[in-house]
């Protein structure tokens, strides 16, 4: 029987950045899908700045990845319409595209067919010696001994075989069949809608290129549903709203599907090709553990989010950065077993906060179907109507409009979240969900927080700070003058940075921004998240660091 560190189930984005991330630490892993093929639905499309972040940390490009997204002139707009090529009820900006997002992250927000994303890691993972890729892989059973976990495992052929490792990463998806053999439940509703996704090939610029967007959401009384534009010269879906009770996703046949999309276009298109149809039900809901002997849950198999936000590969793309590196500090023997339970203490809030920002964005959607349908069922075509005829003279429309902008404009989900857990020292309380503001982000020099942006000169080069933090390992952030920090921090196999020394900031004023003396640090753990916070190095530096490091690490 074969052994590996860590088997990866599920080779989503979730599981091939797990896979990467884990390399770099030097720890091998095996990564099995059950799926023959790279899936060729495009599914999610918001990568947004932290997963680029973590991406470009792993060796895939975050600059290539948004050549291969759309442009942000095409991407950049919701709109609110009849149909596509019809009244238009307004209109809001797609997240923060834009070069103003640069102040707080070297890689803005792109829009990438989910195809396009898991092909550019497959490519990485391919080059990648300490990863074993194999497609046609199930693993159908799971038993724990002291040492590990006997993995069960079926071909697609039938072909059985088994094979050890000290832990396993059930990222397999929402349907998640290792969550289920762990008996380990979801919290939060099942299915607040279903919908088909009907996939489609068009070149439709010539109807859209005086309303360029990513997604429309139609409103005329013969469609519905809504148009996501991941490529508007070739690749679109409309998610249709359907119900399962009434009828069959297999009802939905070639000729049904052009024209359900035939009548949200409004008018007759260019040339279409029908190429996926596939079921997909709404669900809102976070599992109730993260974690069951050595196996570990990540992505979609811990988290169900509604799509408002485009949170759900993101929120799984940081679970697969935290938990990477402390199964890897683990795996090393630098820390203690407890450090795991952490993963669950970090990412879960996370998860829940999300989670019910996804689903008070959705409900609010329902405001502006209020106000373009009227609240009288009788008079709802007569309502439609008068609107329709004159969109902009109807203050209560404006105003159902403008309250669907923090649905789409998440800046502090992505780049604002904290941790308080064992493995930070002096982490304030996590605020309560509903008190996470959307959209507002305010960097934060604070234990728990992710280091800030910072646009930096090193050897005559501007980059960002956050490209001089190794994914590898603890650095040490020194401030001007906190040699001492710094010195301890190598003398202990840490890396190390100082402000001055190895990088200039001409814009940082050090005490102001951190709150530290300048002979200050911070310690960053290999995430990037203020580990701990040190002021002046008055006595023993050394001790200091080696005390907070034990308890982070769970040593003790």
Known sequence: MSRVPVLIAGAGPVGQLCALLLSRHGIASRLIERRLEPATAPKAHAVNPRTLEICDGAGVSAERLRELGADANDAGWVRFVGTLTDVEFGCLPYERQDDKALADTPFPLTNIPQPKFEAALAEAIAADPRIDFTRGVTCTGIAEGPNGVTAELE?????????????????????????????????????????????????????????????????????????????????????????????????FDDARCRKLVEAAIGTAPPPLVIRNVSPWTMSAQVAERYRAGRVFLAGDAAHRFPPTGGLGLNTGAVDAQNLAWKLAAVLKGEAGDALLDTYEVERRPVALTNCEQSLTNAGKLFDLIGAIYGADPEKTASHYAALAANPGGCAALATAVEAQRPHFDSFNLQLGYRYASAAIVGAPPLAAAADVDISDYQPSWEAGAHLPHRWVRRADKRLSLLSLL???????????????????????????????RDFSDATLDWEQATGLPEDGALLLRPDGHIACRFGAATFEPGAQLKRQMTQILALS
């Open 155 to 251: 071909a697609s052929d039938g072909a059985r075989s088994s094979v050890e490792c000290s832990y396993l990463v059930a990222a397999d998806g929402a349907g998640s069949r290792l969550r289920k053999l762990l008996g380990i439940s979801m919290e939060g509703p099942a299915a607040l809608q279903h919908h088909l996704m009907i996939h489609f090939e068009a070149d439709l610029r010539q109807l859209t290129d005086a309303r360029p967007g990513v997604l429309y959401f139609l409103f005329d009384l013969k469609t519905s549903g809504t148009f996501i534009a991941y490529d508007r010269a070739n690749t679109w879906v409309l998610m249709h709203p359907y119900d399962p009770g009434a009828e069959t996703p297999e009802s």
């Open 470 to 500: 190794p994914c590898d390992r603890f650095t040490m952030l020194a401030g001007p003058a906190g040699e001492a920090w710094r010195d301890a921090a190598s003398a202990s196999g840490l890396a190390a940075l100082t402000m001055g």
